[in-house]
């Protein structure tokens, strides 16, 4: 599986983003997927995960409630809706498959990752 994340950019604290994980090859319905990101002097973290169904999703603490995780098989897409941004919210954001982990070594494909700059 190939990812392709798309969809950051520079956006006002209080504003929205919506993410987008293409994924190449037929496959992309039987794999969890994650969002993790890396700000800047950082480590990776996890962002959110779903269920190659769709059906179960999970949350970091930090973006609980603002963001939200979801997914179009018949697209081969993943997406990352995230509201209510907040300057600390600035990292560059990667799609990745193969889990539904908190945990990036438990992930088997990665994007490349896009860069989200919320200003104050």
């Known amino acids: 599986v190939q990812l392709q994340a798309s969809g950051g950019g520079l956006v006002q604290a209080g504003g929205s983003l919506r993410l987008s994980c293409a994924a190449s090859g037929r496959t992309f319905s039987s794999y969890n997927m994650g969002w993790f990101r890396q700000a800047p002097g950082k480590e990776r973290e996890f962002v959110a995960s779903?269920?190659?169904?769709?059906?179960?999703?999970d949350y970091a603490d930090s973006v609980k409630g603002r963001f939200t995780i979801s997914r179009d098989n018949a697209k081969n897409t993943a997406y990352l809706q995230m509201n209510s941004l907040k300057p600390e919210d600035t990292a560059v954001y990667y799609c990745?498959?193969?889990?539904?982990?908190?945990?990036?070594?438990?992930?088997?494909?990665w994007g490349q990752g896009t860069q989200v700059t919320v200003s104050s």
């Open positions: 990745a498959a193969g889990s539904r982990s908190r945990r990036q070594n438990d992930y088997r494909y």
């Open positions: 779903i269920a190659w169904g769709g059906g179960s999703t």
